[in-house]
């Protein structure tokens, strides 16, 4: 491959994308629709990339959190249609929606009183999907709101109410809530269309749900985790063959031999137990290494969880610790990462060179968008562009 400046990259797997893809495909039945859900960067593996990808495998169906990474897609010319999950509360941002034909998300009455305001400049056909909070507490209406909120939308002459939907908060381990979620959700279908109203697509099912609780795909489901090679958090009989097209790769950019004791590191927060070589790999936490999602834990048992990994991680338990593969063997980072740096120890007398390349560990979320991704195919990467945020792309995709 040719190098990359600043000898950090990502490389995304093309086929294992598409493999994914027709993973996915083989559980859906004919009448559900693939909404690809490529939201924050398309979990790391760049938006439009996967979106060309996905769209030229038959995707015709994407969704993302914001406005600007729709438009982000429609700039790319991506034409197949896009849902924005989140509202968009401003009339300039709201007007460009609607000349670029994102399909946008009815989440509360003051969002229709905007859209109805906006729409009357327009002569667009205008795709909404309403949202429902059934029980995650995020954006959404109450079947009472939306009971109400149709009765104006279905008099409007250029507004199309093309969706219903809601999510679920706790899919992979409370079946019970998850029911109780989808009942309610299936209530305020039902009294819309004892009102009259009936909306075409209406879709609950993130990857978990999707896994789980086939009678919940109705007319779509929205996917991005099992798209994105992984499995989500919990605990799922693995029956589709996912591969993960990611993997963030970089080289060793210094080699030195240090004396069993050296100090390693700010605060000498590591001291060799024994004759090394050390290597310095150019990626650190403003590249995402050694980043993880710290929220408040969820229970006290999650507490519990999350104090006993920091301690493993203290006492350099070799599970707990961060570790990158270099040359096929898993070697320890030492001390604590640097913003843009980290250190590797190697065993003494084992084989490393500069230029070796390595494996890191970085969450595919959290990895920093700077950093360049590769598309390969077969093995094979793309065309190299040297133009800053131009990622490498591979021809056929
Ligand atoms: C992120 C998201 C999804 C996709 O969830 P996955 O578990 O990654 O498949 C679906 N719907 C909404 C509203 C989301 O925010």
């Not at 819309?192 to 109705?218: Q, R, T, W």
């Not at 029956?239 to 700010?266: A, E, Q």
Request: contains cysteine.
């Amino acid at each position: 491959m040719e190098r990359v400046l600043g000898d950090k990259w990502i490389e995304i797997d093309v086929d294992a994308i598409k493999n994914n893809l027709v993973a996915v495909n083989s559980q859906l039945e004919e009448k559900t629709r693939l909404i690809a859900v490529i939201k924050a960067n398309a979990y790391g593996h760049g938006a439009v990339e996967t979106a060309r990808i996905l769209y030229q495998n038959g995707v015709d169906f994407f969704a993302v959190s914001y406005l600007y990474e729709a438009l982000e897609l429609r700039k790319a010319g991506i034409r197949s249609a896009i849902l924005v999950f989140s509202p968009i509360i401003h009339e300039d941002e709201l007007k460009e929606a609607i000349s670029q034909h994102i399909t946008i998300t009815i989440a509360s009455y003051a969002d229709w009183k905007l859209l109805e305001y906006v729409s009357y400049g327009f002569n667009n056909y205008i795709r909404v999907h309403l949202k429902l909070d059934t029980g995650l507490g995020r954006f959404g209406l109450t079947g009472e709101e939306a009971l109400a909120l149709t009765q104006e939308i279905k008099d409007h002459p250029h507004v199309h109410l093309e969706g219903i939907y809601t999510h679920m908060a706790e899919a992979a381990s409370n079946p019970a809530y998850t029911e109780k979620q989808f009942a309610s959700f299936m209530k305020t279908i039902h009294r819309l269309e004892d009102a009259g109203i009936k909306i075409p697509v209406k879709h609950c099912a993130n990857s978990a749900v999707f896994l789980k609780y086939p009678h919940m795909h109705l007319d779509g489901v929205r996917l991005g985790t099992l798209l994105s090679g992984q499995y989500p958090a919990g605990k799922f009989d693995q029956v589709l063959d996912l591969k993960d097209p990611y993997c963030f790769k970089s080289r060793v950019i210094s080699v030195r031999s240090l004396k069993k004791g050296s100090y390693l590191g700010y605060y000498r927060s590591y001291r060799l137990r024994q004759d090394a070589q050390i290597a310095v790999i150019p990626v650190g936490f403003s590249d995402g290494l050694a980043l993880e999602v710290a929220n408040k834990p969820a229970g006290f048992w999650d507490m519990l969880k999350s104090m006993a990994k920091i301690m493993l991680m203290y006492f350099n338990v070799p599970r707990f610790s961060l570790h990158l593969i270099l040359n096929g063997v898993a070697c320890p980072v030492r001390g604590k990462v640097f913003m843009q740096m980290a250190l590797l120890e190697i065993p003494s007398g084992y084989d490393v060179n500069i230029g070796d390349e390595v494996e890191l560990p970085v969450r595919k979320t959290l990895a920093s968008r700077s950093i360049t991704r590769v598309y390969t195919q077969r093995g094979k990467a793309g065309k190299i562009s040297c133009q800053e945020g131009t990622n490498y792309t591979v021809d056929e995709m």
